[in-house]
Every structure is written in C-alpha cells, then in structure tokens.
C-alpha cells in the first residue's frame, strides 16, 4: 500500500516553496503507484467469487428486484441495480424512479442488432393493454394504406383505409379483411357487438356490396336473409300484431247476440306503424261466446286496410247468437 505519512505536514511546520514543490511531487508519485495498483492486464477481477470468469465477475446471492448486488448511484435518490434470481437476470430502476432507455435518441432492437425503428422487436410482443397514437401502415398507395395483423405466410388479418373507389369500399371507409377462410367476430367484452360508425358494411371478393347496418341500426342486404331451415327470405319483412275485442259492456249489448240472417260488425279502425304499402293482415279467433242453442256460425277478417290502418269484420248467418269475441290479428308487410 503507499506509504501516506510522506505526505503529513506537522502543525508547527511551516510550509515554504520549497516544501511546497516537493509535497506536490510526493503527491504525484502516490498518483502513479495508485494507478498501477488499480491496473489490470491480462487477468480477471472477481468479486464474491475466486474464480472469475470474465474482465469484472460479480457473484451476489439470488434476489428479486431489491437485491444489492451491484446499485448504480446513491440509494437516497433514483438508482439502478441489476441482479439475478434463480430462474431469470433482471434490471430495475429504483425509488420510484422511471428507467429511461436512449433518452438521447438512437434504435432499441430485442432480437435484433439492427433496428430500423425506435423499438424493433423481432418475435411476438404479448401484453395487457397497448396504447399507440397510430399504426403505421406496412403498405401504402394512392388507393389505399394497408395494416397487417398477424404471421406473414400464415393465416393473417388485416385492415385496410379506403381512399378511393378503386377498392373495397368507399373513400375514406374502412376494411376488414381475413385470409384463411376465417370468420370476423365483433364482439365486446359483454359479448354485444359494438360498432361505433356510420355504417358496417360487408363486400364480397368482386367489391360488391352484400350486407350492410347503417347508421341507424337498419339492416340492408343485396342476397337476402338465409334461415335454419334453408330458406331464403330476399326482401325485409315488418311485422306488427295486437288483440281487439268485438265490443266492450255485457252479452245483452252484442251486436250479433239478436236478430237473424246476415249480420255484420265493424270494430273502430286500428293504427299500424312502419308500412311503406299496405300488409297482409291475418285474423284468429281467441274467445267465443255463442249461444249454445243454435249452431256456431261466425268470421273475423281484416277490411278497409291500408298500410296505417285496418277494421275487423266480424260476421254471423241465420239464427247463431255471438255473444262475445276476441281475436288476435298480425300484419305482415314491408
């Protein structure tokens, strides 16, 4: 070790040039054989082991984040340690301080020694929520950008931003597409399919529209419906149905409980909503009083129909009594 009592002054010493120049030189040459005492060539330094297996080997105990094995900068302030447990290494900056990778500037690659980007990743990045501000599209033209989702050469889905009539869709729409005869599911966390847009709209191969929700959850299709039992139902169906009674107070105000013959009854107009032409409107009898001494003879159907209102007729012959009727009726139209 160098020899430090040289370099003492004594309190009663008084200190001249010429001690002064030679405490300077004493100072130097501690400087050198410090120096030379901290150079190592061609060995290496272990701490925590004896065989040292690189230029500077530190062996500490396994840890998790908040090991000591080696801490960069004062532990009262942000600080960096690095260590390792049994089953992985790690690198944790610390007292509640952010880990900042090229503050400066310059590529970040994982599996990679030349990225091409701020943070290149070559394999398959899985996380909980990833927030970006923008996709950066892997391909681009005057027609359209293109975003892939997935493997290249495996079975991939990706979304397209129409910016003219040359491709699927409109100006300024987007699409969806999915290779590898797979399906597209739009599902929410709920299982509701949520679509936020002004329409959703479905295109074959030949860009041809095929179905599509507008903006007011209306549904529209060029092909037609298809149902469980085959069929196919091309043009949209409303449907609107209710119950009605033939008349309101007892047996004795019934207009077809008296008389004989022909009789007939109209009840008050009935309001229908959502028809652009007049329905096919079908009438069943619910409830009948009859007298029990004659035999039953009655019908109700629809008159006077329009595509916002309807009458039912409710008829009887020779010498039957109704005392009562209900029926239930459904108008089925466009």
């Not at 297996?53 to 960096?80: F, R, Y």
């Not at 299709?221 to 149905?241: E, K, L, W, Y």
């Not at 039953?296 to 039912?312: D, I």
């Amino acid at each position: 070790m160098p020899n430090y009592d040289a370099l003492k002054i004594s309190p009663s010493e008084i200190l001249t040039p010429e001690k002064w120049n030679g405490l300077v030189e004493k100072v130097e040459e501690r400087d050198q054989e410090i120096l030379s005492a901290l150079t190592i060539q061609d060995a290496n330094v272990g701490i925590g082991t004896q065989s040292p297996n690189a230029k500077l080997h530190l062996v500490g105990e396994n840890s998790d984040a908040n090991g000591n094995t080696l801490v960069i900068g004062p532990t009262n302030q942000s600080n960096l340690r690095l260590g390792v447990d049994r089953e992985y290494s790690w690198i944790q900056s610390h007292y509640s301080k952010p880990l900042s990778i090229n503050p400066k500037g310059n590529n970040v690659g994982i599996g990679t020694t030349n990225p091409k980007y701020a943070l290149e990743v070559v394999d398959t990045i899985k996380s909980k929520n990833i927030r970006c501000n923008y996709l950066i599209p892997e391909f681009t033209s005057d027609n359209y950008d293109f975003i892939r989702l997935g493997e290249e050469n495996k079975h991939f889905a990706g979304l397209m931003l129409n910016k003219t009539t040359q491709t699927y869709g409109t100006p300024n729409s987007l699409s969806i597409f999915t290779y590898g005869n797979r399906d597209i599911n739009l599902v929410s966390g709920s299982g509701v399919t949520n679509v936020y847009s002004r329409a959703l709209v479905f295109h074959d191969h030949g860009r041809r529209e095929r179905f599509r929700v507008d903006q007011n959850g209306l549904v529209h299709s060029q092909a037609g419906f298809r149902f469980p039992d085959g069929t196919i139902q091309r043009n949209a169906v409303h449907i609107q149905s209710g119950s009605m009674v033939m008349h309101t107070g007892g047996w004795q105000a019934s207009p077809l409980g008296r008389g004989t013959g022909s009789r007939s009854h109209h009840s008050a107009y009935i309001g229908l909503s959502g028809f652009s032409a007049t329905p096919h409107i079908l009438v069943a009898v619910e409830t009948l009083d009859v007298d029990k001494d004659q035999n039953y003879r009655f019908s109700a159907s629809a008159v006077n129909a329009s595509k916002s209102r309807f009458r039912v007729r409710f008829s009887t012959w020779s010498d039957t009594k109704i005392y009562g009727c209900r029926v239930r009726w459904i108008a089925i139209g466009r």
